[in-house]
């Protein structure tokens, strides 16, 4: 079997794995929200931050990926959230199978949203289906308004971007009007939010969009 | 073939075409940098302010590696350096094929020193044995000061860690001092450098740092 084949034949085993989880999910009534940036970014922060703001009475599960550590999985703990920890010993992104293996160890029935932390990578998720309802990339301004177009394919992929770290734009050259340009032109239909997770600016829209989608979910 | 053993073969003959680089580097006298980090660390700018500082009469070659785009190769070519930009096509990591396969473009004899940049991605590219003489992963201030410990694949293999952006360090909740030790337990032997390529701090550690490497690679 040549080197593709087995790519494909990767792919197609995740993807059939990622339909089970799906279904699992769908089962449960849950939103499912597969965050993906670089190393960095602040997809904890934001998490801390969310789990800090989303209205009482939404229960939320967190699943954490890293290579390496449980540091993050202690961090989210520590805001309320009941979750796992994946670590990948060294893998570059979550699989379809790593995170079917660690949902017996959530409680999902009566949960409302899990957000999957991936590991800091913003190439090799985008091509992995979780079986999430969608993804969220998440980019900091402090790497650069040229990320965009240099990184498609998570673009291509993810329902809404996320652009962290607003509270440093008068320390940086960043130029955001041209980081939401090349995202609108890599995808006319992703949504677009400037937070700070650290200040919390622009968070309450943050929170209404996980919200809406939440109903959405429901089919409310 | 299992995936295993798949992914062991595709290592293997990376590494026998990572030797066929080294002899002609070898050969060229020169010395050959891989430039390692995440998305926005800063490679592209680290490598134009390194341009403008080496001294008059060290010829420098510059090898970009992208996913997507040839925006990096413009820049460093506007700051005087001869190169080849390579689009990975969506591949996270650049190979020793990749690299091997572009030489035949570049002017090897009576360059003193090539910077390869890889994809930014501070995962794959930890694996994938290029032909060169050093590992540089940069890493950078805005990025949180737990990353050694969360990728730690790539401090093992690095001769030395450029800590990028310390301009911002007074917007910051950054403790470099953390991420310094956990650079030493991981690799006790990788120099550590503070840098701001923008601002030009730690320039001139980072210069001799490259000097005294050409200088051990020629032998003297």
Chains 1, 2 share one sequence.
């Not at 792919?11 to 999910?25: C, I, K, Q, T």
């Not at 990578?121 to 999430?132: A, K, M, Q, R, V």
């Not at 006319?188 to 309450?204: E, F, P, Q």
Request: hydrophobic share 40%; glycine share 8%; aromatic share 4%.
């Amino acid at each position: 079997m040549s080197k593709v084949d087995i790519g494909k034949k990767m792919l197609s085993e995740n993807d059939r794995l990622a339909a089970e989880n799906r279904v699992r999910f769908a089962e449960a009534g849950l939103l499912v929200l597969n965050l993906i940036s670089s190393p960095g970014s602040g997809k904890t922060a934001l998490l801390e931050s969310t789990l800090d703001r989303l209205p009482d009475g939404v229960r939320v599960l967190v699943i954490e990926g890293d290579v390496s550590t449980d540091r993050d999985i202690e961090r989210v703990r520590a805001h309320g959230a009941d979750g796992v920890q994946i670590n990948t010993a060294g893998g570059c992104h979550l699989s379809a199978k790593m995170v079917g293996k660690v949902l017996p160890d959530l409680n999902l029935d009566g949960a409302d949203v899990l957000f999957v932390e991936n590991v800091g990578n913003l190439i090799c998720p985008s091509t992995y289906d979780l079986g999430e309802d969608a993804k969220v990339v998440l980019l900091s301004t402090t790497e650069g308004d040229d990320k965009p177009m240099k990184y498609p394919a998570i673009f291509h992929e993810s329902s809404v971007a996320v652009i962290n770290k607003i509270d440093l734009l008068p320390h940086l050259t960043y130029d955001i009007e041209r980081a939401e340009r090349e995202i609108g032109v890599l995808n006319a239909d992703c949504d677009i939010l400037r937070v700070s997770a650290l200040k919390g600016t622009g968070m309450d829209e943050w929170i209404a969009w996980i919200l809406r989608k939440m109903k959405e979910k429901r089919g409310e």
